[in-house]
């Protein structure tokens, strides 16, 4: 038990400084071998009530034969001296070593482990943060609750079945939100799966009390007034449900009742209104950036003509004949024409990334952003990741890695900023951003004194089983995870205006755990190797 605690408490003497769990698959994996350690202890625990109960057992047994033999003929059984003097010292020291043992707790040791552990458990802003992960891969991907319930998701190895609690749990979080349509999803799914007869701690009462209130908030009387209603028949004495059903009534009969004025109104309304969705859905300019991104994450990108298509080539690429470069060029792929975006395939050894992580994985910290107002990092809900930044001086894998970008692009990195590893949590993503300072932003890398950021390189540096691609919503291009390759595009044209159509995001990892490095290089050293062009976006 000694040893079980020294270790448990070094374990988390090592979480304690971690946060945001949900954050970084990476560091949930630690969450594993801590819960593996909580199960071992427990059986511990269960062993030693186990002995203690046994014990208790074989005493009962022995003296039930005892006191059965003993009552049939007391003054014969007492006559024997030793039989007296045996329950003299039963009465007053045996009975008292039995007290003793049943009254023996041996949860002590369990429990105090378990209340320091508790302290560097996940906390309600994780499990908040999973559950709002789930709901944004529902949207992202467009997955019914049945789908994700059932684990039915794709490359998926450790199919996981959500049981009743759990989509229950996940209604509550969203309904907290005041989002009424993922509440409305996932009580329904609780719903349904009580109705197929899983057996639950959660009765249909309390999810169709949450339910019908959804529908509610979402305009659907009638559905709501149903709902109600059937709920009565399982509890007529509910006290909300039935104050719930006379205004369900009331407000159902004064909506008929303005229906019927509304509906020419409505018609010519619904007739323009279709007239819209059509020229809206002719258009894909028109798609809010949002939809474009989602629908990229899909796999539902805008396909080249075969024109662009054609000029879009694979080759080996020595950078001008780079001393380095020249027993071993690299393979360079064209994976877009504008912007021009490269992959370069077997840029990065596993041995390299195995390294990589190994340096960057204590020290991953929720990934932050530039704050355009202050010009100073800062966390932000619309990137959710970790990540950690390693110098060349550390190790000479990180320097090496630094020298090869340099050799491929041509340009400065002595300037760039450090090696920036990230390893992204539970439906991890980073939503539609620039990686360049705009002109709205002047004091974006001020700090650096290095200017702008001219060019960044991506090393992707695991497969993604489902989701994780890089796409640019402006352009329709999307780039998908394979580990040991890395992408390469310029931020600024020539003359130092920022390249738009850069615009890019991370999708959420739908399945598996996607780990990146990339490299931001800045303006401040280029003067030579990348000369200013004579118009603005040459």
């Given amino acids: 038990m000694v040893l079980c605690w020294f270790l ?18 990476g560091q949930m994996t630690d969450l594993l071998y801590t819960e593996k350690d909580l199960v071992t202890l427990l059986k511990e625990y269960i062993k030693q009530e186990e002995n203690r109960i046994e014990q208790v057992k074989e005493w009962a047994d022995k003296l039930d034969s005892l006191t059965n033999t003993a009552t049939q003929d007391p003054e014969g059984f007492l006559g024997h001296p030793v039989n007296a003097f045996k329950l003299m010292k039963r009465l007053n020291s045996e009975w008292a070593d039995l007290e003793s043992l049943v009254l023996k707790d041996t949860t002590n040791g369990f429990i105090s482990n378990l209340t320091v552990q508790r302290q560097f458990f996940p906390t309600d802003e994780d499990q908040t943060g999973a559950a709002k992960a789930l709901l944004r891969l529902q949207d992202t991907y467009q997955l019914s609750a049945n789908t994700i319930s059932n684990g039915d998701l794709p490359g998926v190895v450790h199919k996981s079945r959500m049981t009743v609690e759990d989509c229950y749990e996940l209604g509550k979080i969203a309904y907290s939100e005041a989002d009424y349509y993922h509440t409305e999803l996932w009580m329904a799914q609780a719903l349904t799966q009580l109705d197929e007869g899983e057996e639950s701690t959660i009765d249909k009462v309390t999810v169709m009390d949450y339910l019908s209130y959804a529908i509610y908030q979402q305009g659907e009387l009638e559905r709501a007034l149903e709902l109600t209603k059937r709920m009565l028949k399982l509890d007529p004495n509910h006290h909300r449900a039935n104050g719930n059903l006379k205004y369900f009534e009331f407000q159902l009969e004064k909506q008929r009742k303005t229906e019927a004025e509304k509906e020419e109104g409505k018609k010519t309304e619904k007739k323009v209104l279709d007239k ?9 300019d028109l798609l809010p950036e949002r939809k474009k991104y989602e629908m990229l994450c899909r796999g539902e990108g805008v396909k080249l003509t075969p024109r662009r298509e054609s000029r879009l080539f694979c080759r080996y690429f020595d950078n001008g004949r780079n001393p380095r470069l020249l027993m071993a060029p690299v393979k360079q792929e064209d994976e877009w024409d504008r912007p021009h975006i490269v992959r370069y395939h077997d ?52 320097a090496n890695i630094n020298q090869r970008i340099e050799d491929i692009t041509g340009l400065e990195v002595d300037t760039a900023e450090e090696l920036q590893v990230a390893n992204y949590g539970v439906g991890g993503q980073y939503e539609p951003h620039f990686d360049f300072g705009r002109k709205d932003e002047p004091d974006a890398f001020k700090e650096l004194g290095t200017g702008n950021r001219i060019a960044t ?36 044209f020539a003359s130092g205006e920022g390249d738009y159509s850069t615009r890019h995001a991370a999708c959420p990892v739908l399945v598996g755990n996607k780990w990146v490095s990339n490299k931001w290089i800045h303006e401040r050293g280029q003067e030579f190797r990348r000369p200013c062009g004579l118009t603005e976006i040459e």
């Fill in 347 to 398: 840029i990065i050894s596993d041995s390299e990334i195995m390294t990589v992580k190994e340096i960057a994985k204590p020290r991953l910290k929720r990934a932050t952003v530039h704050d355009p107002t202050t010009g100073k990092l800062t966390t932000a809900q619309y990137r959710v990741s970790k990540s950690a930044w390693l110098s060349a001086y550390e190790h000479s894998t990180i």
């Fill in 8 to 25: 448990l408490s070094f374990l988390f003497n090592n979480l304690n400084a971690h946060n945001d769990f949900f954050s970084s698959i």
């Fill in 276 to 284: 819209r969705d059509a020229q809206y859905k002719r258009s894909k």
């Fill in 457 to 492: 390189w991506l090393f992707y540096m695991s497969d993604v089983s489902a989701g994780g691609a890089t796409v640019f919503p402006n352009v329709g291009a999307a780039v998908w995870p394979k580990k040991g390759t890395a992408v390469f595009w310029y931020n600024l």
